[in-house]
């Protein structure tokens, strides 16, 4: 472009020119961030200027390749950004321009960086409105053939683009393709902004140009290493990619490029185009598989099935995952995913079948998965994929079954024969070398087996247990513990999937009938610690059995306790000891004397950590728990509790010796077992509760009779570790959770607490106490449900904690230390006041604080203060039953409140918060328009109010707003109504996204 005709300013200076170049050149030097930031605003508003347009065509005048690109993209943001300067005469003589520098920088070494970025421009040109340059392609092969700009006459036919593209250089048909796949980039990288979808039809009507450019640009694949034929598969798949989008939304036929199809696939058996060209069928399958034809898939078959193929296949199987192999080895399985149904269906046509056994061979390749072996883990996706569709034809499929299906089903097998193989655990002298990330991966990968067995068990039934249990016998005779161990992971992974009880009580009997258990307890076998985990895991998968079979339990439990000896099994071991006490407990009473014999041993183990002996405990008071009446159940727990009292003297010892470390964890043991007591000896679910019995009698028992002593011991631990050391958060959350389990209890018991016990704790918390929400939650839990405790002590203990919980509110204040968590507790706690205690609430001293407080919080940057109070106001101006003294000094307090919750729900709807927050705020503000009389009045005022955030809507729009709100109150709709209210404030910027 000639700078001194466009648009008619006056030349550049030359030193202006040279001070550009110069920060340009030092933009691409290395330098300081703040140097760097500063050039590239001082270069922005260049670009943005009215003389932006003649510097771009200055720069690219430059012997510099950094400045000449620097020049093609200031072209392409003043075509972005400043189209509408220009007259229709200055967007002809733009297009002549950037044409003029392409044919001068084409053949002349220039970066391809440079000229794809003088393509991006033409690009964004193109796309602009009310252009004349319809034909773009055929006109840009006319300017390159004859080497001049030649006039834009989208009329004219002229020469064939085939006859014309033949005379073209290597570089000149290079800039028609990446033109061309600009164009494709250009609209997929922004299909899915509305705008976009009307230049669909104008991008597609170069699809016909596209495809004769392409045709004969990828025959190069006869020229070996050609990059010309790379970039054409590039275009091609770029195309592919745009027809994707498009066809989604039915603007585009896929049939003109589909001819391209086998061209491209003529390449997969070229080495020297492979890479590309896989890469490209891959991306098809995996996103977009309806583009290949019935045709072209069967071409792939036969292509992927080829000796060639098979060679690969070999290499995989032997440990080979260089690029060639994993890039055929993604091809393979997306194929498999994309012809999953012909894979299944028509496993009797040659190449389908050979497919499926090249599948099922990535899961015999050398090495461990996610480990040496990198394909397994794709590879049983696709299997997945194939047992699903297998399943789904199964149930939708009417008597006879396909005939197909009985080898799909063996096939199935297979796989699970070779998942099986792959999962074994290789010895300690292996796994010791692998890193963190690579023990992650062969997790994944078992429990990807996992999914696939309980998958599976629908399709193959109760065989495929039978087969697993008895291959679990054969591994147990012959003592090879890495097969037992693989086997017993299946076994447990079917565990939620066999459903028929007598089934797995006649095989799983033959299992733990045989020498499994005294196999694992016996030390003179060198047994992989992983086996004996593996085994004591099955017993927490099928604790029914021992409930239904429990002749087997001494054996069993026997072997789970010699197991707490071994440091790497006392965990899930104990685990293991808590599910089936919890689920056999009935059977174990007889046993009691035994457990608590073996706890005493357990307790002197110098190797026996917390979480042992607080699961062991708790097993121990799962079994107490069904003794027949309290005074059956005082000794064992009397027992119990004093085992938990040499943890308590062990914590003084420490503290003695000035062992801090030492007092802290046996505070937290001795609580963790406390906790594990009650939570293990709160009633089963499953009983029944006579809610016509007289509960006097065992009321009387904790609180006055014989178990009271007890329970006060308990409670003097509790408030002895609570009092010394609550800055600690373990013994916080393990004192509340002492007290938890016995809220929802409907009979006293030894850890149903009287309120008095949950008031100290939460009246002894400070703003230093760790987890201080927790507390308040307990307090909550306490209120939402304790129906042992009479209604005048829940409603003290209600009053005592919103007094408790307003000093907090204050002392943050005071401190300046607002903690979001406790904050949210806090006022959660005070919601869970309303409708039961509202009659002592309202009475709180100093309770206008509370409102004030919520009505900030609602306003906050913290989510969770934020719902807290959105809660507490929805449910506090709702209707309630309340005596006229009462409902005087509700009203009082709307009256008040009201009208200040109903300016910041406006504020907040009215752009002020987040999309993500409008159902948190719709929910007190649908609660206002049903229950309260002058809600209408409020929301009219705080949508005229002066803080309204929003200048987007003005009075017509907030008055029909709240029309349609008042008429909803609040019934289905209010929320999609109040959205889109706040679109409207938030501006046309949003509503794109959001309509």
């Not at 056999?584 to 004397?593: F, M, P, Q, Y």
């Not at 906790?675 to 006055?704: C, G, H, N, R, Y």
């Not at 106490?769 to 002590?793: I, K, Q």
Request: charged residues 20%; proline residues 4%.
């Amino acid at each position: 472009m000639d700078s001194n005709n466009f648009e008619g300013e006056a030349p550049i200076e030359l030193r202006s020119l040279e001070e550009v170049e110069k920060l340009v050149r030092r933009l691409y030097l290395p330098g300081p961030f703040q140097e760097v930031s500063k050039i590239q605003d001082a270069l922005q508003k260049i670009q943005r200027s009215q003389e932006g347009w003649r510097f771009a065509d200055a720069l690219l005048q430059s012997h510099d390749n950094n400045v000449r690109f620097f020049g093609a993209l200031t072209f392409l943001i003043k075509i972005n950004k400043d189209w509408e300067s220009l007259s229709g005469e200055d967007a002809n003589l733009l297009l002549d321009t950037l044409i003029q520098w392409l044919l001068r920088l084409v053949d002349g070494g220039i970066p391809k960086l440079v000229i794809r970025k003088l393509c991006s421009a033409l690009v964004a040109y193109y796309l602009r409105p009310d252009i004349t340059w319809k034909q773009p392609i055929r006109h840009l092969v006319q300017c390159l053939n004859e080497g001049n700009v030649v006039p834009n006459n989208p009329g004219e036919q002229g020469p064939s683009i085939s006859s014309m593209i033949s005379q073209l250089s290597l570089p000149s048909i290079l800039v028609i393709l990446w033109f061309s796949r600009g164009l494709a980039e250009e609209v997929k990288a922004s299909g899915s902004s509305l705008e976009t979808h009307k230049y669909y039809e104008r991008v597609s009507a170069n699809i016909a140009d596209t495809v004769e450019v392409l045709q004969l640009t990828m025959v190069a694949v006869n020229h070996p290493g050609s990059t010309l034929f790379e970039e054409s598969i590039s275009c091609f798949h770029d195309w592919i990619g745009f027809a994707h989008r498009a066809w989604i939304d039915k603007a585009l036929e896929l049939d003109p490029l589909r001819p391209l199809t086998p061209l491209a696939m003529v390449a997969l058996s070229n080495d020297d185009m492979y890479g590309v060209t896989v890469e490209l069928f891959t991306d098809v399958l995996v996103n977009f598989p309806t583009f290949l034809t019935p045709q072209d898939l069967m071409s792939l078959a036969t292509l992927l099935t080829n000796s060639k193929a098979q060679d690969i296949i070999a290499r995989l199987k032997r440990g080979d995952h260089d690029v060639e192999t994993m890039s055929f080895a993604r091809l393979l399985i997306a194929y498999g995913d994309a012809a999953v149904q012909d894979l299944a269906e028509k496993a009797d046509v040659q190449q389908f079948n050979q497919i499926l056994v090249q599948l099922l061979d990535l899961l015999s390749c050398e090495g461990y998965p996610g480990v040496e072996d990198a394909v397994c883990d794709e590879a049983l996706e696709f299997w997945m994929t194939y047992t699903e569709h297998l399943i789904d034809s199964l149930f939708s499929a009417e008597e006879p079954k396909p005939a197909w299906m009985g080898g799909a089903r063996q096939r199935v097998v297979s796989v699970i024969e070779a998942c099986w193989a792959k999962i074994r655990m290789p010895s300690s002298r292996v796994t010791v070398t692998w890193d963190a990330d690579e023990r992650a991966s062969f997790g994944n990968f078992r429990r990807d087996v996992e999914d696939l067995l309980q998958s599976s068990y629908t399709l193959l039934g109760p065989d495929i247990f039978e087969k697993l249990a008895h291959l679990a016998l054969q591994s147990l005779q012959t003592h090879v513990w890495s097969d037992l161990e693989a086997t017993l992971f299946c076994l447990n992974a079917l565990a939620d999937a066999v459903a028929n009880a007598d089934l797995v009580d006649q095989i799983l009997t033959r299992l733990f009938d045989s020498s499994l258990f005294a196999d694992m307890m016996n030390k003179t076998l060198s047994i992989p610690a992983k086996t004996r985990q593996t085994a004591v895991t099955m017993i927490t998968k099928y604790p029914e059995f021992f409930e239904r079979n429990v002749q087997h339990l001494p054996p069993m439990l026997n072997f789970l306790f010699r197991s707490l000896e071994a440091p790497g099994l006392a965990n899930v071991a104990a685990k293991a000891i808590a599910s089936t006490c919890l689920t056999c407990r009935k059977s174990l009473t007889s046993e009691i004397g035994a457990f608590l014999l073996q706890y005493e041993v357990l307790s002197t183990l110098e190797s026996v950590d917390a979480y042992v002996k607080e699961k062991v405990i708790g097993a121990i008071a799962a079994i107490v728990q069904v003794l027949p009446t309290e005074r059956d159940k005082l000794g064992p727990f009397s027992i119990l509790v004093q085992y938990v009292e040499r943890e308590v003297a062990s914590s003084k010892s420490s503290l003695q010796a000035s062992k801090a470390e030492d007092y802290q964890a046996s505070a937290v043991c001795a609580l963790e077992c406390l906790a594990s007591m009650a939570k293990a000896s709160a009633t089963p679910d499953d009983v029944v509760i006579d809610l016509d019995a007289d509960i006097q009698p065992q009321a009387q028992f904790w609180t006055e009779g014989e178990g009271a002593a007890l329970q006060a011991q308990v409670v003097r631990i509790v408030k002895k570790f609570y009092g010394e050391i609550n800055w600690n958060s373990d013994v916080v959350k393990a004192s509340c959770q002492v007290l938890r389990p016995g809220y929802k209890e409907n009979t006293p018991g030894l850890f149903v607490f009287p309120t008095i016990v949950t008031v100290g704790l939460v009246m002894a918390s400070t703003l230093q106490t760790a987890r201080l929400d927790y507390v308040l939650d307990t307090a909550s839990a306490m209120l939402n449900r304790h129906p042992v405790e009479s209604e005048f002590n829940m409603r003290h203990a209600a009053t005592s904690f919103l007094i408790h919980v307003l000093n907090l509110i204050h002392a943050m204040e005071v401190n300046r230390a607002i903690d979001p968590d406790v904050n949210a507790s806090g006022i959660n706690l005070a919601a869970k006041m309303i409708p039961r205690y509202l009659h002592s609430m309202i009475r709180v001293p100093n309770i206008e604080k509370l409102f004030e407080t919520t009505l900030v919080c609602l306003e906050a940057p913290d989510l969770m203060p934020k719902r807290a109070a959105a809660d507490f106001w929805a449910a506090f101006v709702q209707k309630h039953e309340l005596s006229d003294e009462d409902q005087q000094i509700v009203r009082a307090a709307m009256q008040q409140y009201g009208p200040q919750l109903c300016v910041i729900l406006v504020r907040q709807i009215g752009g002020d918060g987040s999309r993500s927050e409008l159902d948190t705020f719709a929910e007190p503000l649908k609660k206002v328009v049903f229950a309260q009389p002058l809600a209408k009045q409020w929301l009219a005022n705080a949508l005229d109010h002066e803080e309204f955030p929003s200048t987007n809507v003005g009075p017509t729009e907030k008055r029909v707003w709240l029309q349609k709100i008042m008429n909803l109150r609040g019934a289905r709709g209010t929320n999609n109504v109040i959205k889109d209210f706040w679109i409207a404030c938030r501006g046309t910027e949003y509503s794109y996204a959001y309509k």
